[in-house]
């Protein structure tokens, strides 16, 4: 077992809508790690989140794949397996992610500006497919940035 009892932390993308309906995109983290075990293994950090209804989606984005202005279904966790993919959100903020990065995309109260802009775009990046994980919370989204912790 480590001896390390620092707390870890982990870095998340969130997407998300303001009062104006206008998307926007912050580096957050994940930080209430406990040392906890798991069916008799041996402890593990876990920041655990909110149980709740969830639909699970493995998705592959083509290479050249360009998915125009849209705001997320549902708030939803979005895990790059392999290959890259950005998303641009309507303030201008472009964010590339690849493995090991995490979205939490909750752009869903997004307003329609008068450029026809609307959520986010997004799309792969290089010559490979991107294949994500996506996890649909059956939630309400949160108006406010970097609310999970």
């Given at each position: 077992m480590s001896t390390d009892m620092h707390k870890p932390r982990t870095a998340y993308w969130h997407l998300w809508a303001d009062e104006q309906g206008v998307s926007h995109q912050n580096r957050c983290e994940l930080s209430h790690?406990?040392?906890?075990?798991?069916?008799?293994?041996?402890?593990?950090?876990?920041d655990v989140q909110a149980r709740g209804?969830?639909?699970?989606?493995?998705?592959?984005?083509?290479?050249?794949?360009v998915g125009d202005w849209h705001p997320n279904p549902k708030p939803q966790w979005i895990v790059p397996l392999s290959g890259r993919?950005?998303?641009?959100s309507m303030d201008g903020q472009r964010v590339e992610m690849g493995p090991g990065?995490?979205?939490?995309?909750?752009?869903?109260?997004?307003?329609?500006?008068d450029?026809?802009?609307?959520?986010?775009?997004?799309?792969?990046?290089?010559?490979?497919p991107a294949r994500l994980m996506i996890v649909q919370l059956h939630v309400e989204p949160v108006?406010?940035?970097?609310?999970?912790?």
């Open positions: 790690f406990e040392q906890q075990s798991m069916s008799g293994a041996a402890p593990q950090w876990n209804d969830a639909t699970v989606i493995f998705a592959v984005l083509p290479v050249g794949w993919w950005w998303v641009e990065e995490v979205s939490l995309g909750e752009d869903l109260n997004c307003r329609k500006d450029q026809g802009r609307i959520g986010h775009r997004s799309g792969t990046v290089g010559d490979e108006g406010a940035p970097c609310h999970l912790r």
